[in-house]
């Protein structure tokens, strides 16, 4: 009989491991529904992270924008799929391609969505920027008549890839649009849009000088603030995404009609799986974001006597 | 043979059941500390995009034409610190009332960032973009016009300023402006 009770009888044992299996079973049920959760909080963050990365060095650059109507600032449309520069303008930031003398933090600064041959060529918001020679600030392509050349002088443009950076790897898209001055005057558009007044209407084609002959340039002057619109996605998504099934993706996202913000034009399509590409895997169409940031240029004060 | 005297050698089973029970109870506190990981993580997240809002909503409201949209601003509705005089002038807007919250000031946003009446109820608003002015200067002066851009989420039924932050329970941004004289 003693030597009996000195151990556990099998009743004993099984109602104790019933009981632990029971707390066993409810706790990794807990701590994988949480895990689940944090993984899925942490991509959301991660998405808006990569928005914020290339909104804050956006605004750094255009901080220190070279405003002027004898320096170049460009911007292009550029097709989902193709590569050229989206925004390309003169800032008074560091960059290297300059020897140490010679550079004195003024810089040709250009934004793109451009295949990332680090990353099986999937698409990505890329940052160029090169130093001006101090030697060239002061002509930096102008004319004679004042006017800058008429388009930025090749010399001074970031070459890819070597002056090029990956900004943001989760960025698949970007667009620009600019808010119009209000000024209540005439506006050509680049695209030869002519509206019959400013109203501070937002157009995704820049506003251009009217006296300058053939040739057109960005009047930033008519430019109250620079709309960024990005749409992103987690890494985890970029992952299971290949170049082909990201440019199909980035593709969805028109560009917005004038009047129309980004995110206003895009959310839902971010939102509806239904609405994107179904040769996408779903755990990509599902991670899309949509972001948008403004920021001033010319903002509305008073620019002559009587604005009307 | 003294049984008495030996030493207990095991755990008893309630023993061990109870240490599992502490066990548990710890694991689930660990797991309530994830809890709160999630939700900064969703306050960041918001607060992001409400900081972007105020970006644009500070555009929208300086830069639209009082001509453009009836004296609303063009993307949010919300008045305009200017308005156009009867000889076609842009001047400040009469109309402006100080530290008020009403529809005229303030706006609920759905999940596409397009105005909706902050009192709807099916759907609520996702957030909330008010511009309360605080400073309007008498007529015919040239001092700027002050006002608080605020972004709350989630929308409230608030009647006042400081209501529009206490019903948000704090989770709000916002940005002082000024608006020169036309």
């Not at chain 1, 999937?122 to 800058?148: E, F, H, M, S, T």
């Not at chain 1, 030869?192 to 053939?214: E, K």
């Not at chain 1, 560009?255 to 895009?266: A, F, G, I, K």
């Not at chain 2, 004296?71 to 509705?77: A, E, L, M, P, T």
Request: glycine share 6%.
């Amino acid at each position: 009989m003693k030597y009996r009770l000195s151990a556990f009888t099998l009743v004993e044992l099984m109602v104790a491991m019933m009981i632990i299996s029971i707390l066993g079973v409810l706790t990794m049920s807990i701590i994988s529904a949480t895990d689940r959760s944090s993984s899925l909080s942490n991509r959301s963050v991660e998405a808006s992270a990569q928005a914020r990365l290339a909104f804050d060095r956006i605004g750094i650059d255009l901080r220190g924008l070279l405003k002027r109507q004898d320096v170049n600032f460009e911007t292009a449309v550029v097709p989902v799929a193709s590569t050229g520069d989206a925004l390309r303008f003169v800032s008074m930031v560091t960059s290297a391609g300059a020897a140490a003398a010679d550079n004195r933090d003024t810089s040709v600064v250009t934004y793109r969505i451009q295949p990332n041959v680090d990353n099986a060529s999937r698409p990505c918001l890329v940052r160029g920027a090169k130093a001006i020679r101090w030697a060239d600030i002061g002509y930096l392509g102008v004319q004679a008549n004042g006017l800058p050349s008429a388009t930025f002088p090749t010399a001074y443009l970031p070459v890819y890839p070597a002056d090029f950076d990956v900004l943001a790897d989760g960025v698949i898209r970007m667009v620009i649009g600019f808010q119009l001055y209000p000024d209540n005057l005439p506006v050509t558009l680049a695209d030869g849009t002519s509206l019959p007044v400013s109203y501070g209407d937002v157009v995704y084609s820049p506003p251009v000088r009217s006296d300058t002959g053939a040739v057109t340039y960005v009047d930033t002057s008519r430019i109250s603030s620079i709309i960024v619109g990005l749409v992103t996605i987690d890494l985890t998504a970029l992952r299971q995404a290949d170049a082909t099934q990201l440019q199909a993706l980035a593709a969805t996202f028109p560009m917005p009609d004038m009047n129309r913000l980004p995110v206003q034009s895009w959310a839902n399509i971010a939102n509806n799986v239904n609405l994107t590409p179904s040769s996408v895997p779903l755990s990509v169409r599902q991670a899309l974001r949509v972001f948008e940031r403004a920021y001033p240029m010319t903002p509305f004060g008073k620019k002559t006597s009587g604005s009307r | 043979m003294k049984t008495s005297d030996r030493p207990r050698a095991a755990f008893s089973l309630v023993e061990v059941v109870l240490a599992l029970g502490i066990m548990a109870g710890c694991l689930l506190s660990l797991v309530a500390l994830l809890l709160v990981g999630i939700k900064s993580n969703q306050a960041s997240a918001e607060e992001m995009r409400a900081v972007n809002l105020l970006t644009v909503l500070e555009a929208d409201l300086r830069n639209t034409h009082p001509a453009a949209n009836n004296g609303k601003s063009r993307f949010f509705g919300l008045v305009l610190p200017y308005a156009t005089n009867s000889s076609g002038f842009t001047v400040y807007n009469p109309a402006l009332t100080v530290n008020t919250v009403s529809t005229a000031t303030s706006t609920g946003l759905d999940e596409n960032e397009n105005p909706l009446p902050y009192t709807s109820l099916a759907p609520r608003p996702r957030c909330q973009a008010s511009v309360i002015y605080t400073s309007v200067p008498a007529a015919g002066s040239f001092t700027p016009v002050q006002a608080r851009l605020i972004v709350n989420w989630p929308a409230t039924n608030a009647s006042t300023p400081q209501a529009l932050i206490t019903m948000s329970s704090g989770s709000f941004v916002e940005v002082n402006v000024t608006f020169p004289a036309p």
